[in-house]
């Protein structure tokens, strides 16, 4: 039986027989959703040549049964698409399978077919395609830093949050660079603790690299596989590469104040409101500075609930006749984004004291975005919105942040970084 190679595969006409392994399977499940959309899987053939398969959902329940991860195929009836996702491997072109594509496992035994396959990347090449979300890269590297696992809320502000576990890595990939990994959900379990203080390289595969100043970080998808000490030619190259010796991995702080159960939280390091206005630098290293605090709103700052910011350096902008000015930029920004800036006065039975609410938590607390709310005022944005003023007379638990402002220097406009109840 003569099968097509890869490379000759096209997206007209026939696409003929091809023998392949399956290098890894997994499941591609919407992040927004939680909803499977397609089981995807890299093939390789004898050559040596790699292409990226989906099987819609609606076909899955045909193929799943029939097709394992290292077992060789024969697969025919397929179509070939350019692959507009983005490429787990370095291939424009994938193949999807169609209602009556046939699979037919091989019996090889030959040693043709490798038992792993990566595309790593060098340290160039993921600085080439930071923020750019369409070739998946596998990176190795040796692990350096391991936080515990958090469990966090994702998608707080929709039809659809839910909890996850998370571990973030950091891996020495070169000489001088380091990048930033945050696993979710069960990759977050696939590393235990146990690595600490010893050495470790680990894989991982279908990566996207994002990029902030200096840090390099390496987004996960749901191709993601995480191995850790292959014994592969490409692991004692790499350890000989890098400063193996005074490298092993370390444990990296937590925010421990988002930790455990709501409960947990709300008791947090729990303080009366005296307590924090009197708070002052002891020992700022080992101190996270996050209380906890049940208070009452008294009243409400009704001269100001919002604000213009610029978009270039994000500081708030004076409206000068009918334009926004940024004096940070001295300039008239040419897009600015409204934020919530909701001062209140907050007291419980010891004191009273001042704090800010912005954007993300007041929008949290209001239940609306900053848009929606400007848009049910008609223009009238001075006056302070009924839901702003109802928030008047509740009982909540806030969590601080204390600043070094108010830390070191005493000053008594705290932020509120959350509201638990
Ligand atoms: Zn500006």
Redesign the pocket.
């Known amino acids: 039986m003569a099968y097509k190679i890869i490379k000759q595969l096209t997206t007209s006409g026939q696409a003929g027989n091809i023998k392949v392994k399956v290098i890894r399977m997994w499941e591609s499940i919407n992040f927004a959703t939680d909803e499977l959309m397609s089981l995807d899987m890299i093939l390789m053939n004898e050559q040596g040549e790699t292409i990226h398969a989906t099987i819609w959902k609606n076909l899955i329940n045909n193929y799943k049964a029939k097709i394992n991860e290292d077992s060789i195929y024969e697969l025919s009836n397929f179509k070939i698409q350019e692959d507009t996702r983005y490429h787990p491997v370095n291939n424009a072109l994938k193949v999807v399978f169609i209602f009556n594509t046939n699979v037919k496992e091989v019996e090889d035994c030959s040693d043709k077919f490798p038992d792993y396959y990566f595309e790593f990347a060098s340290k160039d090449t993921l600085l080439a395609r930071k923020n750019i979300d369409k070739q998946c890269l596998d990176v190795m590297g040796l692990l350096t830093k391991i936080k515990q696992i958090e469990s966090r809320m994702i998608l707080k502000n929709t039809a659809n949050p839910r909890q996850k576990d998370i571990r973030e890595i950091e891996l020495l990939i070169s000489r001088d660079q380091k990048v930033k990994v945050t696993l979710w959900g069960d990759l977050a379990h696939s590393l235990s603790e146990d690595v600490i203080g010893k050495h470790t390289v680990v894989i991982v595969t279908s990566t996207m690299v994002e990029g902030l100043q200096g840090m390099l970080s390496l987004k996960t998808t749901n191709g993601t596989r995480l191995y850790k000490d292959l014994d592969i030619p490409e692991t004692w190259k790499f350890i000989a590469s890098v400063p193996y010796e005074e490298n092993v991995p370390k444990l990296m702080e937590v925010d421990k104040s988002t930790q455990g159960t709501l409960e947990d939280q709300m008791f947090y390091n729990r303080r009366t409101l005296q307590e924090i206005t009197q708070m002052r630098h002891e020992n700022p290293t080992n101190q996270d500075f996050v209380f906890t605090s049940r208070a009452t709103i008294v009243r409400l700052d009704n001269d100001m609930w919002w604000y213009m910011s610029?978009n270039?350096?994000n500081?708030m902008c004076t409206k000068i006749a009918n334009k926004y000015h940024?004096n940070?930029?001295n300039t008239c920004?040419e897009a600015t984004t409204p934020r919530y800036w909701i001062r209140i006065q907050i007291s419980d039975h010891t004191t009273s004291t001042t704090c800010s609410i912005f954007d993300d938590e007041a929008q949290r607390m209001l239940k609306t975005t900053i848009t929606n709310m400007l848009d049910s005022l008609n223009g009238n944005y001075e006056e302070v919105p009924k839901s702003i003023q109802q928030l008047c007379g509740k009982t909540l638990i806030f969590r601080f942040k204390l600043s070094d402002h108010n830390l070191t220097e005493g000053k008594e406009y705290y932020l509120v970084k959350e509201h638990l109840s």
């Open positions: 610029c270039v350096c500081k940024c940070k930029c920004p």
